[in-house]
């Protein structure tokens, strides 16, 4: 079954430093998201991407954040300087289509990168 | 305006018995409502959905009943088992209009089920 991979699966970094979160998204798939959930907390939409850039952002996503799809297959979140309150875990999820007809098309969610600022 | 509600927080429940978690929206432009079961370390996974033109949809043991009027949805799990112990999210999202599919998610429900 496809599915959505992200790497690493867990990230410690140090307060200030850079971080590139990877993600696979499902390989037919055209619309990307990033989601994080502080710990006890619930999901928070960041962003979505389609047709190679941004389509909507949260206020949570502001300067220090980007993405990027690089190639086919890889799409990246980065931190550029990442602060104590980022850490959270990073959601990754893909999307074939948001509607085929009258049918909503499921959103696939990865497993998840855990960042840990120190 | 763009905030789903969900409730309880947590919930404990005896094997068997019927887990009910509840949410509200203010949006109107939300047209579509699915629900997101979590374990822990994972990632969450569609459970079931719904979309407001109906009031009810069962699943198996999972039903999701819809009030458009009172701009409430609920998830009823029936005999409930310990392996249905995750936390539940629900969601909604515009899927009309300009929508890139952003999913709003309520707070979360801790579900225990004791054997």
């Known amino acids: 079954e496809p599915e959505v991979t992200q790497t690493p699966s867990h990230q410690v970094t140090q307060m200030g430093q850079e971080v590139i979160l990877r993600c696979v998204p499902i390989?037919?798939?055209?619309?990307f998201y990033w989601y994080r959930q502080i710990l006890g907390q619930k999901v928070e939409f960041l962003v979505s991407?389609?047709?190679?850039?941004?389509?909507?952002k949260s206020e949570i996503f502001d300067d220090q954040f980007s993405v990027e799809r690089p190639d086919g297959s890889n799409f990246t979140l980065k931190i550029r300087s990442t602060k104590l309150e980022d850490s959270a875990m990073y959601f990754c999820?893909?999307?074939?289509?948001?509607?085929?007809?009258?049918?909503?098309?499921?959103?696939?969610f990865g497993q998840g990168t855990r960042l840990t600022v120190v | 305006q763009q905030q789903v509600k969900q409730s309880p927080q947590s919930l404990i429940v005896q094997k068997g018995g019927i887990s009910i978690i509840n949410c509200a929206y203010e949006?109107?432009?939300?047209?579509?409502f699915p629900w997101y079961q979590q374990f822990p370390g994972k990632g969450p996974a569609l459970l079931i959905a719904?979309?407001?033109?109906?009031s009810e949809k069962k699943e198996g043991r999972f039903t999701i009943s819809f009030n458009k009027s009172a701009k409430q949805f609920s998830l009823h799990i029936m005999d409930s088992q310990p392996g249905d112990s995750a936390t539940y999210f629900c969601?909604?999202?515009?899927?009309?209009?300009?929508?890139?599919?952003?999913?709003?998610f309520g707070q979360g429900t801790i579900l225990t089920v004791h054997p």
């Open positions: 719904i979309r407001p033109d109906v």
């Open positions: 390989s037919n798939h055209l619309y």
């Open positions: 991407f389609y047709n190679n850039e941004i389509s909507e």
């Open positions: 999820a893909s999307r074939r289509r948001v509607r085929t007809g009258p049918v909503n098309t499921e959103a696939f």
């Open positions: 949006n109107t432009a939300f047209d579509y």
């Open positions: 969601a909604a999202f515009e899927a009309g209009g300009t929508s890139y599919g952003k999913l709003t």
